[in-house]
Structures are given as C-alpha cells and as structure tokens.
C-alpha cells in the first residue's frame, strides 16, 4: 500500500472513504519534460480534441521536441500546425531559457518545488497552476497543491461540507493536513469531479481508520 493512503487514513477520514470509494491512483512521471512543457502551452484555453490534433501535428514538423530544434523550426510551419503566435513566442522563450539553464531541466532532482515554481513561471506564457501541473503529472511530485484550481477547491468544500467562503480557499482549512502528500489528494478531488460525484451532492461518510488499511 502506499504511504500516501496510509497516511490519509490516519488524517483524514472522509479522504479515506473517498479513496475506498475510487480505488487505487497513481503518479506515472514522464521522461520527457522539456516536450511535456511545449505540450501543455500549446494546450492553454483548447478543448483537449483541439489540443490533441494540434500537437500531432507539431509533432509531424518537430518530431524531437527539442529547445534547439524548436528554435530550428520555421515560424510558420509551427504556425500552420495551429499554434497562435503569442504561444510559438512562449516556447521560443522557453527554449532560449533552458538552453541558458535559466530554467534547469537537465538537473531537475536539484530544484525543490518552489525554486522549480520560480524557473518555470520566469517563462513567458507559463502560470502557476501550468507549472504545478507539470510539477505533478510531468515530475511526479508527491507533494504539490494548487490553490488556484477552482475544481480542487470545489472539491474540497463538497468532501468536507464547508462553510462558504468569501475568498474561496477551501484547500487552505483541510489540505494542511494532507502533506507530504497532497498531490495524491489532488488526484482524487479531481477523479471525484471527472465521476460526478461533486456536482451529485454525494455525501461521502468518514470510514474507521482500520477499514482502509485492511482493504
């Protein structure tokens, strides 16, 4: 089992149950980080239909998605591939960053999330929740929480019935609790959504302690 659930069934019982009642979800870090980030610009504000079919067909005039040869590539090949202008600036800018080592991709098991946090968002057209995304679903850090997704921060406030909140921050009451592990959480907040539970008004109910660590 992993630490993560044991640990959730210790400090928060209703994460618990939610976990029994999803099943098992893992982190699975991509070895491809540099590609990972172009990929998820040129994903900003797209359906994820629209997104596929653009970066197939970048990944038809780049096929090593490298910062030289993105900086090699033609403008308006990678234009044509539909990608707006403002977003071939961003990987451009990207590109010259990590090949400067302003963002250090080649020593990423260095970098703590914050200083990571720090590189990344130094770079044109890369957010936070962008570069908590890639901290998470790119890197596999077990430990990251972003605020500012309005879903987690739904979910939260549906898992434990929360009071409303002027300033919204749900995850600032519970995920405290949820370290060092609270990408994990984030994966099953979001898995909550995705199976409609949250919009159901489903009630998950705190399950004993033991429960979850004999399942």
């Known amino acids: 089992m992993h630490p993560a659930i044991i640990a959730f069934s210790q400090a928060d019982s209703k994460l618990a149950s939610l976990i029994v009642l999803i099943g098992d979800l893992i982190l699975t870090p991509s070895y491809k980080p ?4 172009v990929m998820s610009i040129i994903s900003q504000q ?18 090593n998605v490298t910062p030289e040869l993105v900086l ?26 990590v090949i400067t080592g302003e963002v250090a991709l ?13 590189q990344l968002t130094s770079v044109k057209g890369i957010g936070a929740w962008t ?8 890197l596999g850090r077990p430990d990251v929480m972003s605020i500012g997704d309005a879903g987690l921060q739904r979910a939260a406030k549906w898992l434990h019935t929360l009071a409303d909140r002027k300033d919204g921050n749900y995850l600032g ?3 405290p609790n949820w370290a060092p592990y609270r ?9 909550a959504i995705d199976m409609g539970f949250v ?17």
């Open 183 to 191: 990408s994990f959480a984030s994966l099953y907040l979001w898995r």
């Open 106 to 118: 080649d020593n990423l098991q260095d970098l703590d999330n914050t200083e990571l946090l720090k």
């Open 131 to 138: 570069a908590e995304m890639f901290l998470i679903f790119t």
């Open 199 to 215: 919009d159901s008004g489903l009630q998950v109910e705190s399950c004993a302690k033991p429960n979850l660590l004999q399942g």
């Open 72 to 97: 090699a590539a033609e403008e308006e090949a990678i234009r044509q591939c539909g990608v707006s202008y403002p977003k071939i600036r961003y990987i451009r800018d990207l590109s010259t960053k």
């Open 173 to 175: 009451e519970v995920a």
């Open 46 to 63: 797209l359906s994820a239909k629209a997104a596929a079919t653009i970066k197939a067909r970048v990944k038809l005039v780049i096929p």
């Open 34 to 37: 540099f590609e990972s980030l």
